[in-house]
């Protein structure tokens, strides 16, 4: 069992993970509603700002209604390139005379505007960001950051030139849960980190991105050639426009669109802000045979911060989203909903079972010599308690949308910049190169690019 000094150090874990309450029972502990910096109250005139969005689709639509619940937020105008989403943009900010317009640059040349929200597909990220701190605007665009891993770095250095603040929208990293998990980790709650388990799996069409096209898309409503920028012309497709994940040429698979969310809650989590060391990715196409070209199952092995990271994303088995950090002290066991604390002592709680190898007299002796230098009583053993935290779900937009006004206001950091998003993003691309190159990659800093094992 454990001796005096393990037991205190481990009542502390106990003390830290409870915010310093200690309890006899296995605790549930139901968080505060996420808003550190939120105001429950309206803002003055001079904390408005107004703001532009370029793509409402799916995210773009939900960061809208977001932004536009928080105080002091207003949009005066919206572009995309398929005109049925002015119509929604109109829908969802209430105002008929919004201003829309297929091409963004419109919005980057208002002078009244004071920052973009952004929401186009990923093979679009790196022009958008680029393009909008030229223009002198700040910018939240959406996760990933980049397409590919020259364009992070581009990104970072028009963010720079221009003194422009870049939020990306991996939005866990402003969440309560996230908060707590980071808190706990750094008050010592399971010791050094060891290992981290990120997973989620889902089982339907919609969760594979087999999306249905808006009914009326056509190019007579939507700049079609456009759309594709530089990946290869080819003739209008509706499935291309809504499934646009499935293809390398436009999306990052399921590193991407899944693992980058748990990505940048472990960096936050562990308060880590680098790339993986090294990364091999086994996957394939296995149930989704529609034409795609990214795996529908994909397994991940980083080195990050010298320690295995093992990642599993799948879209043919439902499997929660979760993320678990663990350390010679205990368990963080992290997902939408919560958080479980497990301490572990990490220590013998009775006497080695290797003694049954002893023969009869040694064995006596073993025993009584343990009991003897340990302040356990057989039948008397400390139970481990569980700590459960609950509260607002990992999906918190709200705070991370508030968090980007906040810096666009104040000037001052936030935390999941261009950098941060890099690094992040940095992750998702060497998933996927492993995954087609068919063997492990390796980061090199020296030249910002991938190298073989
Ligand atoms: N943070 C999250 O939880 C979350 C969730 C879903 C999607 N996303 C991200 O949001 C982004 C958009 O995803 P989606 O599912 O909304 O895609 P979508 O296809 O539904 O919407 C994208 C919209 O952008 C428009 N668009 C494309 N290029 C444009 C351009 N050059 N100028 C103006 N408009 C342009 C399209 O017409 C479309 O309406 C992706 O990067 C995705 O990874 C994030």
Same mark, same amino acid.
């Given at each position: 069992m454990m001796d005096e000094l393990t037991r205190r150090k481990f009542m502390q874990a106990s003390a830290i993970a409870a915010g310093g309450l200690f309890a006899t029972n296995a605790k549930a502990i139901i968080l505060e509603?996420?808003?550190?910096?939120?105001?429950?109250k309206p803002v003055g005139p001079n904390d408005r700002i107004r703001f532009g969005i370029i793509g409402v689709g799916m995210e773009g639509s939900g960061v809208l209604g977001s932004a536009l619940a928080l105080p002091g937020m207003e949009c005066v105008g919206a572009a995309d390139l398929y005109d049925g989403r002015h119509a929604l943009a109109k829908q969802i900010t209430g105002n008929p005379n919004l201003q829309t317009t297929r091409d963004y640059r419109e919005l980057l040349d208002r002078?009244?505007?004071?920052c973009i929200l952004a929401a186009v597909p990923d093979f679009w990220h790196k022009q958008v960001v680029v393009d909008a701190c030229e223009a002198g605007k700040d910018i939240y665009c959406e996760k990933p950051?980049?397409?590919t891993i020259p364009e992070g770095f581009e990104m970072i250095q028009a963010a720079e030139r221009n003194n422009r603040i870049v939020q990306i929208g991996a939005q866990r990293v402003s969440s309560m849960l996230c908060g707590k998990a980071h808190e706990m980790y750094h008050g010592g709650?399971?010791?050094?980190?060891t290992m981290v388990e990120l997973s989620l799996g889902r089982n339907s069409p919609t969760g594979a991105w087999e999306y249905p096209p808006?009914?009326?898309?056509?190019p007579s409503n939507l700049s079609w050639d456009t759309w594709l920028k530089d990946t290869p012309k080819i003739p209008f497709n509706p499935y291309r426009f809504a499934r646009?994940?499935?293809?390398r040429d436009y999306g990052t698979g399921v590193a991407g669109d899944l693992m980058v969310h748990l990505i940048s809650a472990m960096l936050f989590t562990l308060g880590w802000n680098e790339a993986p060391r090294s990364a091999v990715s086994l996957g394939g196409i296995?149930?989704?045979? #529609?034409?795609? @070209?990214?795996?529908d199952l994909q397994t991940v092995l980083f080195d990050y911060h010298g320690i295995p990271v093992y990642v599993r994303l799948g879209l043919s088995s439902r499997t929660p989203e979760r993320a678990l950090y663990m350390g010679p002290k205990g368990l963080l066991d992290t997902n939408e909903f919560g958080i479980t604390y497990s301490p572990q002592s990490?220590?013998?709680?009775?006497?080695?079972?290797?003694?049954?190898?002893?023969p009869q007299k040694m064995r006596e002796e073993y025993v009584r010599e343990w009991y003897a230098t340990h302040s356990v009583q057989p039948g008397k053993e400390p139970l481990t308690e569980q700590t459960v935290y609950t509260g607002? #779900?990992?999906? @918190?937009l709200k705070p991370h949308l508030w968090t980007f006004f906040e810096a666009v206001k104040s000037r001052k950091p936030n935390v999941e910049n261009a950098v941060f998003g890099n690094h992040a993003a940095i992750a998702c691309h060497m998933a996927n190169e492993s995954y087609f190159r068919r063997k492990q990659v390796l980061w090199d800093a020296a030249t910002q690019s991938l190298k073989d094992a």
């Amino acid at each position: 069992m454990m001796d005096e000094l393990t037991r205190r150090k481990f009542m502390q874990a106990s003390a830290i993970a409870a915010g310093g309450l200690f309890a006899t029972n296995a605790k549930a502990i139901i968080l505060e509603p996420q808003g550190h910096s939120m105001p429950g109250k309206p803002v003055g005139p001079n904390d408005r700002i107004r703001f532009g969005i370029i793509g409402v689709g799916m995210e773009g639509s939900g960061v809208l209604g977001s932004a536009l619940a928080l105080p002091g937020m207003e949009c005066v105008g919206a572009a995309d390139l398929y005109d049925g989403r002015h119509a929604l943009a109109k829908q969802i900010t209430g105002n008929p005379n919004l201003q829309t317009t297929r091409d963004y640059r419109e919005l980057l040349d208002r002078k009244d505007i004071d920052c973009i929200l952004a929401a186009v597909p990923d093979f679009w990220h790196k022009q958008v960001v680029v393009d909008a701190c030229e223009a002198g605007k700040d910018i939240y665009c959406e996760k990933p950051m980049s397409h590919t891993i020259p364009e992070g770095f581009e990104m970072i250095q028009a963010a720079e030139r221009n003194n422009r603040i870049v939020q990306i929208g991996a939005q866990r990293v402003s969440s309560m849960l996230c908060g707590k998990a980071h808190e706990m980790y750094h008050g010592g709650a399971i010791g050094d980190i060891t290992m981290v388990e990120l997973s989620l799996g889902r089982n339907s069409p919609t969760g594979a991105w087999e999306y249905p096209p808006p009914l009326d898309l056509s190019p007579s409503n939507l700049s079609w050639d456009t759309w594709l920028k530089d990946t290869p012309k080819i003739p209008f497709n509706p499935y291309r426009f809504a499934r646009w994940r499935c293809w390398r040429d436009y999306g990052t698979g399921v590193a991407g669109d899944l693992m980058v969310h748990l990505i940048s809650a472990m960096l936050f989590t562990l308060g880590w802000n680098e790339a993986p060391r090294s990364a091999v990715s086994l996957g394939g196409i296995y149930r989704w045979k #529609d034409g795609r @070209d990214m795996p529908d199952l994909q397994t991940v092995l980083f080195d990050y911060h010298g320690i295995p990271v093992y990642v599993r994303l799948g879209l043919s088995s439902r499997t929660p989203e979760r993320a678990l950090y663990m350390g010679p002290k205990g368990l963080l066991d992290t997902n939408e909903f919560g958080i479980t604390y497990s301490p572990q002592s990490g220590v013998n709680t009775s006497p080695s079972y290797y003694d049954s190898s002893f023969p009869q007299k040694m064995r006596e002796e073993y025993v009584r010599e343990w009991y003897a230098t340990h302040s356990v009583q057989p039948g008397k053993e400390p139970l481990t308690e569980q700590t459960v935290y609950t509260g607002n #779900d990992w999906d @918190d937009l709200k705070p991370h949308l508030w968090t980007f006004f906040e810096a666009v206001k104040s000037r001052k950091p936030n935390v999941e910049n261009a950098v941060f998003g890099n690094h992040a993003a940095i992750a998702c691309h060497m998933a996927n190169e492993s995954y087609f190159r068919r063997k492990q990659v390796l980061w090199d800093a020296a030249t910002q690019s991938l190298k073989d094992a």
